[in-house]
């Protein structure tokens, strides 16, 4: 009997034993949760603090395997967050990433040797303007960008020609050539035979008139004059044709026969003063200009021209003393 309660009393704490080794619901459930890892990710950049090797990566900023925002064009904006990816390296950009261009010439700030140059103007890669022609002027504002060089120009670039022969001021050696006259390169009238009368007022370019008066004892020179009033009869024209005259007259010892055309008005008094106004202002002109008023004869002729032509002459005799 001992024995048997011997025996039941060490299966019993057998049982108990074997039944306390075994784990419950309650006990697996508290160890599964307290093997669950958190995966921390500061800056949400997809890549967790524990490999992230930059945990402050500014928001919506592309990133490498190791977190580290991607800068492709190294302006210092992350990629994500730079608006232009492809900035010129050394140029300054805004908080965008974008390339600040002041002058607006298409080369960016940091990069541009000349931040003010003007709008419209074109430029080279350093962002300084081009100026073809030099004649200060910058391409892309100089309406005429082949301006020869020493040319006078205005605030458009355009070579300026006070006298209108073709030859711009600042090369042209005679600003004053009057309208109409044949010049060489230089701007000077041209004068083939060298007689002092230039080519376009000469009769005879090739002879000169020394050899024609010579010839034929006298020879005629003919000035056309537009209607004009009589303060405005000794134009810029008018006196340069008369100091030509009186160049040649000194030059070959000549005498002056002048006669002044005079469109009749119909009122014969008001053509007589007109007449004399004229002849007065002639005469006056040539003594100024060295001529021996001896050597001067001024007449004047009143006669109906033409309407259509409208145009009076003053008609010069050279001829031998």
Do not use: W
């Not at 309406?143 to 040319?151: H, L, R, S, V």
């Amino acid at each position: 009997m001992k024995i048997f309660k011997s025996s039941l009393l060490v299966f019993i704490i057998s049982a108990l034993a074997l039944t306390g080794c075994g784990n419950s619901p309650e006990k697996t459930e508290k160890v599964s949760k307290s093997s669950t890892v958190a995966i921390i990710d500061a800056d949400k950049d997809g890549v967790p603090d524990s490999v992230d090797k930059d945990n402050s990566t500014p928001m919506g900023a592309h990133v490498d395997d190791e977190g580290v925002a991607i800068d492709s064009d190294k302006d210092g904006i992350p990629d994500g967050i730079d608006k232009e990816i492809y900035t010129t390296i050394g140029a300054k950009i805004d908080s965008d990433g974008v390339a600040i261009d002041s002058d607006k010439d298409g080369v960016p700030d940091g990069l541009d040797k000349d931040d003010s140059t003007p709008m419209g103007t074109k430029v080279n890669e350093d962002g300084v303007a081009l100026d073809s022609d030099k004649d200060g002027v910058q391409d892309g504002m100089d309406k005429q960008e082949n301006t020869p060089t020493g040319a006078k120009v205005d605030a458009d670039g355009i070579a300026l020609d006070s006298d209108k022969d073709g030859i711009a001021d600042g090369i042209d050696k005679d600003d004053s050539t009057p309208m109409g006259a044949k010049v060489n390169a230089d701007g000077i009238v041209a004068d083939t035979d060298m007689d002092g009368l230039p080519d376009f007022i000469d009769a005879d370019p090739a002879v000169s008139i020394a050899q024609t008066v010579e010839a034929n004892g006298r020879q005629f020179f003919i000035i056309m004059n537009s209607l004009t009033s009589d303060l405005a009869f000794l134009s810029k024209d008018i006196t340069y044709k008369l100091d030509t005259v009186a160049k040649v007259a000194i030059k070959n010892g000549f005498k002056l026969d002048v006669v002044i055309a005079i469109q009749s008005t119909g009122d014969k008094d008001s053509d007589l003063a007109r007449s004399a106004s004229r002849i007065s202002a002639v005469k006056q002109f040539l003594t100024a200009n060295n001529v021996n008023e001896k050597d001067i004869i001024i007449s004047s002729k009143i006669e109906t021209i033409s309407l259509d032509k409208k145009l009076e002459k003053i008609k010069v005799v050279f001829s031998k003393k």
